[in-house]
């Protein structure tokens, strides 16, 4: 698989953050991070676009890295204190309940793909053992159900989080202020979205 380090640069025209006059090391990295995940990402969530299983892959290598960078950013001694002054931590309070969600997510998300191989198991072991047309067919049935149930809660709960995303507002009367503000928003609006194409994905067709 192709490094992080050797992602092609985007020529399509996305913001860029401004940075702030002192700029932390790693801010360039995330940067160049959210570059390019964003236009992979920037379709409605409405749309049924289905990522191959390598793009996908690939996307969530390089949010793992983004979430990383950010971890050193906002672990700064700048980053603290800029935060802390913010009403009280008003900014740090609200970034911690969304991750907390986001977390809450991603475990939902683990925890239907587990289930989901358990059927595909079920269903495998039911082939090799020729238990018959109607019982493999339920097995079928009882799987693509199950799937399209879950998978429907799940894209519900990423609806809600993205439409509190899409409500956060950005703050500009302090620039390193509104740049950790910015990259809250947009790495949290990228992750739902990605955790969102991977639910298409799993919602395809598999038999």
Known sequence: METISKFPCSHQPVRSISFPTRVHPVSQRIEALLNHLKPHHSQPFSSTTCFEAETIQSDLVALSELYNCMEELFHSPQSQQTLLRYQDGKLVEEALCGSVTLLDTC?????????????????????????????????????????????AKQRGQLKRMKNKVDSFSLLDQDQQLAFLARVIKEASAITISILHSLLVFLSMPTI
């Open 107 to 151: 475990e939902s998300a683990r925890d239907l793909l587990l289930v989901l191989k358990e059927h595909m198991q079920t269903l495998h072991s039911a082939v090799r053992r020729r238990k018959g047309y109607s019982n493999i067919e339920s097995i079928i049935s009882a799987y693509e159900s199950f799937k399209k149930k879950a998978i």
